[in-house]
């Protein structure tokens, strides 16, 4: 039985070592947004929405190591600068490949849960045209489906949430080696991360309210909070050489 993690002392822990050194952090979000949003307008313009998706790929494969590495150099008390974000270039396969496990989780999952819900729907529709007790009996069996897919859903990717993270750590680990410690760290602190990540949601929303600028200073605080979450996780496992 693992320790549970204090969230508080983690983001306390993030805004200390961001006090001061919040200027790269923010230009590099700033940055890595930009870019983001270059792939979704440029997709739009020539009238390719899938394009997107695979532009917004090369651009996470090419960058977000970069990113995270100044995230956790922050965390770490260790100098970084800017130009880090250009950095980890040579981690583009080993980040697009995880990026894919992602994607696929992802579409796979929300294709099982649009059709565990539209089958709901139409069960909730037209139970007036069947018997009453195979009705009620489809439409509970729809509900606990659908109920069922999004926590496997939740939690498979609450499993795999440290995967860039041990990467960045250790870059010729095999990718499902990668991905077993991922669910190794996440042994009993599936419900700690939970609360760590919903402590952000009220900055995110009021972001919205300030056209997302909020969310320059927002995500690097949540990203070192997250490298800080790993970093005291990680001591709960054996790590193989």
Aim: positive net charge; charged residues 15%; glycine residues 4%.
């Amino acid at each position: 039985m693992h320790d549970s993690i204090d969230t508080s002392k983690v983001k306390a822990k993030a805004r200390k070592s961001l006090s001061g050194k919040y200027a790269t952090p923010v230009v590099a979000v700033l940055f890595y947004l930009i870019l983001q949003i270059m792939c979704f307008a440029t997709a739009i313009l020539i009238k390719e929405p899938p394009m997107a998706i695979f532009l917004s790929l090369i651009i996470t494969s090419l960058f977000y190591m970069g990113l995270l590495q100044i995230m956790i150099k922050i965390a770490r008390n260790k100098k970084t600068s800017f130009n880090e974000l250009f950095q980890r270039t040579d981690a583009f396969f080993r980040c697009a490949a995880i990026t894919i496990v992602f994607l696929a989780i992802n579409i796979i999952f929300a294709l099982l849960e649009y059709t565990a819900v539209n089958s709901l729907f139409v069960f909730i529709t037209y139970q007036t045209d069947l018997n009453i007790a195979l009705s009620s009996f489809m439409i509970v069996v729809g509900l606990v489906l659908s109920i069922a897919i999004a926590i496997f859903w939740i939690t498979l990717i609450l499993c795999l949430s440290q995967s860039y993270l041990i990467l960045y750590d250790h870059e010729n680990m095999p990718l499902g080696d990668i991905f077993r410690l991922s669910m190794d760290m996440m042994d009993g602190h599936k419900i700690d991360y939970i609360i760590l990540c919903l402590t952000f949601i009220g900055w995110f929303i009021l972001g919205i309210f300030t056209l997302g600028i909020i969310w320059l200073w927002i995500i690097p605080y949540m990203n070192v909070s997250m490298v800080n979450f790993y970093d005291k996780i990680k001591k709960d496992v054996k790590i193989e050489a």
